[in-house]
């Protein structure tokens, strides 16, 4: 499994219209071949940066999304409510909760 962070800042006078996009394509996204969980953050502190946290059965499904019609129609519609530069970044999982629990004595 891969895990993605993607963390976004927007213009503050366009978050409202960002999540009403992130909630028009989210059913599609969660849908798409290879996702396996799509979740929207908020920041508590600065509420126009939000953070879209997804698991992929593996590299090649995300990046299968990222080459779709959706993904380019979803990030063009986002794009110009930006403010700053999108950080993304993936992840494997390196020790998991079980894991850690059941290796203490």
């Given at each position: ?31 798409f071949p290879g996702c ?42 986002v794009k110009p409510f ?24």
């Amino acid at each position: 499994m891969l895990i993605r962070i993607v963390r976004m800042t927007f213009a503050p006078d366009t978050i409202d219209d960002f999540l009403n996009r992130f909630d028009d394509s989210a059913p599609q996204i969660r849908q798409f071949p290879g996702c396996q969980h799509l979740t929207l953050w908020r920041d508590v502190d600065t509420p126009h940066v939000c953070t879209t946290h997804s698991h992929w059965d593996d590299a090649d499904a995300l990046n299968q999304y990222r080459d779709s019609d959706l993904f380019k129609s979803t990030w063009a519609d986002v794009k110009p409510f930006f403010a700053d530069r999108p950080e993304a970044h993936s992840y494997t999982v390196a020790r998991s909760a079980n894991a850690i629990e059941s290796s203490r004595p």
